[in-house]
């Protein structure tokens, strides 16, 4: 049974970084293509960044830049580092195998002054 369970969101100010991570159990980070997704209130979930099983990794454009993906294999773990947050940035965060239908519950992440 896949199980993916997100952590580390929380309410930051304009400009602040959080690191979220992605704790995967039954899947393999490595033999996976894993992504992270956002969803904001009253908006559609939309692809923020994933990371292929070769590494390469994809952004979307409202995040190039600022967030960085990537994957400890011996924890079996993805993070989303996310630097220079904004406004909005606000979401719930959820964390994907790629094209899966293996979902995390989210974690919360509130960008506010």
């Known amino acids: 049974q896949v199980q993916l369970v997100e952590s580390g969101g929380g309410l930051v100010q304009p400009g602040g970084s959080l690191t979220l991570s992605c704790k995967a159990s039954g899947a393999s980070v490595r033999l996976n293509a894993m992504a992270w997704y956002r969803q904001a209130p009253g908006k559609q979930r939309e692809l923020v960044a994933r990371?292929?099983?070769?590494?390469?990794?994809n952004y979307a454009d409202s995040v190039k830049g600022r967030f960085t993906i990537s994957r400890d294999n011996g924890k079996n773990t993805v993070y989303l580092q996310m630097n220079n947050l904004k406004p909005e940035d606000t979401a719930v965060y959820y964390c994907?195998?790629?094209?899966?239908?293996?979902w995390g519950r989210g974690t919360q992440v509130t960008v506010s002054s």
């Open positions: 994907n195998v790629f094209e899966s239908q293996f």
């Open positions: 990371i292929t099983t070769g590494g390469n990794t």
